[in-house]
């Protein structure tokens, strides 16, 4: 649908949403406040005789007003919610919503009302989130909010910060980067995180893959860190969190301009409570479409100097003008050919278009079909993302903060090669799946 033609739709429905609130039921669906003796469902409910207590709950929780008769209101599920989907998600500006239809999203409608703004557009645009139900549909909340400064006082959520908090994507050693697969400052690149594996026959602790936290709550990797043949070694288990020395116990430190020492409080291990690799993912493919995946944390990460979110993107990196020079950051690569650093690594790597980076995965040993969900970056000799972890983020420095705009994927072997860029997962392409799979 043209966006003309979508506005005008949007315009049309106005009458029909114009009245009715959107709202979560207590069984996490999406629905709207109406008048109980029009939700079918609720009525059945109530009519019933042999009604238990669960339901009595059912109803009393899903009251959300009354009518200007003093009527109750209930919260009626949708006609296309699964009662076996969560639909919550984030909106853009960090506040919660529910991934219904578009023409059923008021704040959405109005915001496509003309006249339109390029920031409204752009916000509608990243509202999307995935629902199998509804062919077009956005996380559906209270619409933009204003922010007139950063926030002084972060704290850590399970939603991905709104990034004109700079709650995410800021570190402390602006000016201080030394690039071409050197050591990190200490604080840089707060946002990285190691996954501990336990191995499958001797049970010992292996750092296999990296990983980007997007959110209190949520890690951002690759798919074939949590699936495929790496399971035939070990299972994904902890995130390590705010480390620098990996062979270090304890804090780090090192020694700073003008004496002294900059020291961390010692990684942080957090155990992982859900897995959440993209339904797509086939580690069997050649193509490695997909290879996205979330960890969702069991308890919240805290929020500070050597610990904290990456931006996810507001924009599609494919389309910067001028081309955008680009990061990659981690312990080092999984890898026959090279072990792992013992202490956070970092390197700039130029952007490739998909036309530009093709020709390199043409030939017959690396033969792969690139698509729209993949992006390229490197081709530099000696300069690539092996010097970083499998899963490790690709990151864009928009001038103030780091958004991740990649998740490290694949590449040539042995790494490095000159005109051979490596691919990672084009992350903008995915966050409609993001935003859908992180929960409150």
């Not at 999406?30 to 009595?56: F, M, Q, Y």
């Not at 919260?75 to 009662?83: F, G, K, L, R, Y």
């Not at 951002?220 to 043949?229: D, I, Y």
Request: with cysteine; charged share 20%.
């Amino acid at each position: 649908m043209t966006r003309l033609l979508l506005v005008s739709a949007l315009i049309s429905y106005i009458c029909y949403v114009q009245g009715q609130s959107l709202c979560t039921t207590p069984n996490a669906q999406s629905g709207v406040c109406i008048a109980l003796k029009e939700c079918s469902s609720l009525i059945g409910i109530l009519t019933n005789a042999n009604r238990n207590e669960a339901d009595i709950k059912l109803l009393r929780d899903s009251l959300c007003g009354y009518t200007s008769t003093n009527s109750p209101m209930v919260c009626c599920p949708s006609q296309n919610s699964d009662p076996g989907v969560d639909l919550r998600c984030f909106t853009p500006h960090a506040q919660d919503g529910i991934c219904d239809d578009i023409l059923k999203c008021p704040a959405i409608v109005k915001l496509l009302s003309p006249p339109i703004t390029t920031e409204n557009l752009q916000f509608v645009r990243n509202s999307r989130c995935e629902n199998a139900n509804v062919q077009n549909s956005v996380c559906c909340g209270p619409g933009p909010t204003t922010v007139t400064a950063p926030s002084r006082a972060c704290a850590p959520t399970a939603a991905p910060p709104d990034p004109r908090t700079e709650c995410c994507g800021l570190d402390g050693s602006s000016g201080n980067k030394i690039f071409g697969g050197n050591a990190t400052a200490i604080d840089q690149y707060p946002w990285l995180t190691i996954i501990e594996y336990k191995g499958v026959r001797d049970e010992k602790i292996k750092l296999l893959c990296g990983g980007a936290l997007i959110s209190g709550k949520y890690v951002l990797t690759a798919a074939h860190c949590v699936l495929g043949p790496v399971l035939r070694i070990a299972e994904p288990k902890n995130v390590r969190l705010g480390d620098y020395n990996i062979n270090n116990d304890g804090p780090d430190c090192v020694d700073v301009e003008g004496g002294g020492q900059d020291c961390t409080e010692g990684a942080i291990v957090v155990p992982i409570e859900k897995i959440i690799p993209h339904r797509g993912y086939d580690p069997n493919s050649p193509l490695r479409r997909h290879d996205i995946a979330l960890l969702r944390l069991q308890t919240m990460a805290p929020y500070g100097d050597f610990i904290r979110p990456i931006c996810l993107p507001t924009a599609d990196v494919a389309l910067a003008d001028p081309r955008p020079l680009l990061y990659a950051a981690g312990w080092g690569a999984v890898s026959d050919q090279q072990s792992s650093s013992s202490v956070k690594l970092h390197v700039d790597l130029p952007f490739f278009t998909q036309t530009e980076c093709q020709p390199s995965y043409n030939v017959a040993k690396r033969k792969v079909e690139l698509w729209n969900g993949q992006i390229c970056a490197g081709g530099q000799k000696g300069k690539d993302s092996c010097k970083g972890d499998s899963g490790g983020p690709l990151m864009l420095d928009n001038g103030r903060l780091y958004e991740v705009v990649g998740v490290v994927s694949f590449g040539p072997t042995p790494c490095g090669m000159e005109n051979v860029p490596g691919v990672y997962t084009k992350v903008y392409e995915y966050m409609p799946w993001i935003r859908s799979q992180m929960k409150p």
